[in-house]
């Protein structure tokens, strides 16, 4: 079946760059999002990615899709207080809803 | 849009009693979903809707759990007897699977603590 992998916690330093990893196995994935989720709130739509793109940049996000090795990450440019929260990798089969999402990567800031 | 309503939204309750979660759906999505979260066991599907018929109920932990959708602006999930492990977060989430990439939209969520 469908997995989806990250790594669990992620520290950085504020005004860095943060990088979130996520490995899936499913090769017909057709669409691959990020979610983030701030403490005590649900899960927000950060941005998606078509799986015949490999990259898509908005803002201080930049997504990059590697379909060869089934790796998605996100970048954030210049990492804020505001950024730490966990982090969902997700992906869909076109017509096998529903999304299957990674058990989420914690990002701490650290000021 | 007022985007996905969830009630309530926090739930304190002792264990053997009935506890029932409300969701109401985005406008116009056709498609609802019940997650559960937990530290331990992170972000699981319970079950899921397309247009008010229960489609995959796989993740349902067991029968005392329920979810209903008697129409296409309301469901419920229901857990009779409650005990004290049912104690996490319960996510509704809705999506219209005919719009390209048929993004999920969470609710707020509802924090149960069963005593």
């Known amino acids: 079946g469908e997995d989806v992998e990250q790594s669990l916690f992620l520290s950085v330093r504020e005004g860095d760059s943060s990088v979130i990893n996520c490995t899936y196995t499913d090769s017909s994935s057709t669409y691959l999002y990020w979610y983030k989720q701030e403490p005590g709130a649900g899960l927000q739509l950060l941005t998606y990615i078509f799986s015949n793109m490999d990259m898509k940049q908005d803002q201080r996000l930049t997504v990059l899709l590697n379909k060869k090795d089934k790796h998605l990450s996100l970048r954030i440019a210049d990492t804020q207080t505001g950024d730490s929260a966990i982090y969902f990798c997700?992906?869909?089969?076109?017509?096998?809803?529903?999304?299957?999402f990674g058990k989420g990567t914690r990002l701490s800031v650290i000021a | 849009d007022a985007g996905v309503i969830q009630s309530p939204r926090h739930e304190v309750t002792e264990m053997g009693q009935e506890v029932t979660l409300r969701c109401k759906p985005i406008?116009?999505?056709?498609?609802l979903f019940w997650y559960r979260q937990t530290m331990m066991r992170g972000l699981e599907l319970l079950i899921y809707?397309?247009?008010?018929?229960?489609?995959?109920d796989s993740g349902m932990p067991e029968d005392r759990f329920s979810a209903k959708m008697p129409n296409a602006s309301f469901s419920t999930l229901k857990i009779q007897p409650s005990e004290p492990r049912d104690s996490a977060v319960y996510f509704c989430?809705?999506?219209?699977?005919?719009?390209?990439?048929?993004?999920?939209?969470f609710g707020p969520g509802t924090r149960l603590l069963v005593l």
């Open positions: 809707f397309n247009n008010n018929v229960p489609i995959d």
């Open positions: 989430a809705s999506s219209d699977p005919t719009r390209l990439g048929e993004t999920q939209y």
């Open positions: 997700a992906e869909l089969t076109w017509g096998n809803t529903p999304l299957v």
């Open positions: 406008s116009g999505h056709n498609s």
